[in-house]
């Protein structure tokens, strides 16, 4: 008996969806299109020319996801926005060592592609990495029958930037005096939405329901995080920058240690910054201790920077001329042995 003869569609793989996806995807990234690119999207790989003005050129990669946002993203069905948060994940981070954004890769991965999903998921990524300047010029979809529940998919990004070696900022120079300037969060941005979910399901709310002036708190919740890359490339170049960091896993507590010598601590004000009605309703409804709201979530503060005292008016004008509303939120202290590096008071 002659068996039926088997396709890869038979598998449960779509040749012709993806292709559709790539024809999609193609003017998306073409908008994203900057000097240095070399290739387009759909080769075997993709070209970029190191900006020939770097003497010293540095590169700088990191790769990152949106973590169970992307549950939240699924239940409801908010796909457009999503692709912003994998972008900023990545370029936020290689930002704060000083680089400038070059280009983004992606990754894509589902049980079955639906294509108007993975396209709305694309057209996020290509308006974070315009919002950050940095090409979109390559990624992979892969599509993997068995591998995920039907409508869910996975994401991961990869960006990779450039900065002048002596430029490189890694807060060596940090000295007691500095001042802590913070620029704010969009929300959770995409960091501690295991514990968001949790809450949500204790307090199992209308998230349709008007919650912070004209958002609804699914709005709130999912807003996507903010790209700091324009407003803090505009003050690397007028000032010198000692550190920064940017807030993800860890909250306040966990990551601006990350750029203090061993010498120093920082002294954060909370009172400095009002706090986000989203963050006041999370630990509302999860009886959130302080401490944890500091260590899990940004509580307001997206973004850290360090400068010199004689630095931080211009520093601010600089950073509020470009939108970014920030403000002194501490300094720089020195640090007694078996002190905590970053102290929220």
Not at 80 to 104: K, R
Request: charged letters at 20%.
């Amino acid at each position: 008996m002659t068996q039926e003869s088997l396709s890869y569609r038979d598998a449960g793989v779509d040749i012709d969806a993806g292709d559709e996806l790539v024809e999609r995807i193609k003017p998306l990234a073409r908008k994203t299109m900057r000097a240095g690119v070399l290739g387009g999207i759909g080769g075997f790989g993709a070209l970029f020319e190191v900006p020939a003005r770097y003497r010293q050129p540095v590169l700088v990669s990191g790769t990152d996801g949106v973590g169970t946002k992307l549950k939240l993203a699924f239940q409801l069905q908010q796909h457009d926005t999503i692709g912003i948060d994998l972008v900023a994940m990545s370029v936020n981070d290689i930002l704060v060592q000083g680089a400038e954004p070059l280009f983004f890769l992606d990754y894509f991965a589902c049980g079955k592609l639906d294509v108007d999903i993975a396209a709305a998921v694309v057209k996020g990524i290509a308006r974070g990495c315009e919002f950050a300047g940095c090409a979109l010029i390559g990624g992979e979809t892969a599509e993997m029958p068995g591998m995920y529940p039907a409508g869910e998919y996975d994401l991961a990004g990869f960006a990779v930037g450039v900065v002048e070696k002596s430029a490189i900022i890694d807060g060596s120079t940090i000295v007691p005096g500095d001042v802590l300037i913070g620029l704010p969060s969009s929300g959770a941005h995409a960091n501690g939405y295991s514990l968001v979910r949790k809450i949500l399901a204790r307090s199992n709310p209308d998230i349709g329901l008007a919650f912070d002036g004209d958002r609804t708190l699914a709005e709130a919740i999912m807003a996507p995080t903010r790209i700091y890359v324009r407003p803090l490339l505009a003050l690397m170049q007028a000032l010198p920058v000692k550190g920064m960091a940017h807030i993800t896993g860890g909250g306040l507590t966990g990551n601006v240690p990350r750029i203090l010598p061993p010498h120093v601590k920082a002294e954060i004000a909370q009172a400095a910054w009002p706090r986000p009605s989203l963050f006041a309703w999370l630990q509302h409804q999860g009886g959130v201790a302080e401490s944890e709201m500091h260590r899990v979530f940004n509580c307001g503060i997206g973004m850290v920077v360090v400068v010199a005292r004689e630095s931080v008016q211009q520093a601010l004008q600089i950073l509020r001329d470009a939108g970014e509303p920030a403000v002194v939120i501490g300094s720089i202290k020195l640090r007694s042995e078996g002190e905590a590096a970053t102290i929220v008071v």
